[in-house]
């Protein structure tokens, strides 16, 4: 499912017209876990002693420096801090730059097609990352997308880099309604419905990127490297939306 529902409000309560939130946001369980700044959403292991923590030793210094300010965006946006989501907007970009798309558009066709729709999630490997970028790994979901024919399609023609940077725009977006909320404006009908909806769309559509992009990597190791990417973007997307859903940014949908 590659697209978040709409939403409407009363008072406090969320009526979703068309996703089951139980898989997108693993049971709700996987996100409302501790009291915290953002609806309950808390990042792991914060403090300086966690840094660099389930790093891979073979991970060159420019990715250390990217994850590490990926790390450091998600703990900004946990406070709300509408330069956290820049700072992720800006870091996906430059984790974008360092795709191999040319490699991955060669091999993806020399992968059975099947084997790509059913996907190749590796949760260990998932949960390593998480930990590494400081997100409680109980936060994520139990469960991942499988991808369809459309998605794969765009993978194909337009690589990885492009989704990476399409979901980059969206954290723009959630910087912007921040500081909306920090400014005290209730949005009602903004030109170009400023709402939490981009966020997640990015985060359900790299859902099955990850899936495409592992599975290729499990028959081709050299694309090991895009699987981790594209579940770094995933992961800092799926955080971003479900710290606008359950953050009590009251948005309508316009």
């Known amino acids: 499912m590659s697209e978040v529902g709409r939403r409407v409000f009363v008072g406090s309560k969320e009526e979703r017209n068309d996703i089951d939130r139980r898989r997108f946001l693993g049971s709700g369980a996987a996100v409302v876990v501790a009291a915290g700044s953002l609806g309950g959403l808390a990042l792991a292991g914060q403090g300086p002693a966690q840094e660099g923590r389930g790093a891979r030793a073979s991970d060159t210094p420019l990715q250390r420096e990217i994850k590490a300010q990926l790390r450091g965006g998600l703990q900004k946006l946990q406070k709300q801090d509408p330069d956290g989501a820049r700072q992720l907007a800006t870091v996906v970009r430059v984790y974008a730059a360092t795709v191999d798309d040319a490699l991955l558009l060669s091999l993806l066709p020399k992968v059975p097609r099947q084997t790509l729709l059913r996907g190749a999630h590796n949760h260990a490997e998932i949960n390593r990352l998480a930990t590494e970028l400081g997100i409680d790994p109980s936060q994520l979901p139990k469960t991942f997308a499988t991808a369809d024919d459309a998605l794969l399609g765009k993978l194909q023609k337009e690589g990885l880099a492009e989704q990476m940077r399409n979901g980059a725009d969206a954290l723009d977006q959630v910087a912007v309604l921040l500081e909306k909320k920090k400014a005290g404006t209730r949005v009602v009908a903004l030109q170009g419905c400023q709402t939490c909806e981009p966020a997640c769309d990015a985060a ?38 479900a710290a606008c859903d359950f953050g009590g940014w009251m948005f309508d949908y316009c």
């Open 204 to 241: 359900a559509q790299m859902d099955q990127v990850v899936a495409i992009t592992c599975a290729a990597s499990a028959v081709f190791p050299l694309l090991a490297e895009l699987c981790v990417a594209a579940s770094a973007a995933w992961l800092t997307f799926y955080i971003a939306c």
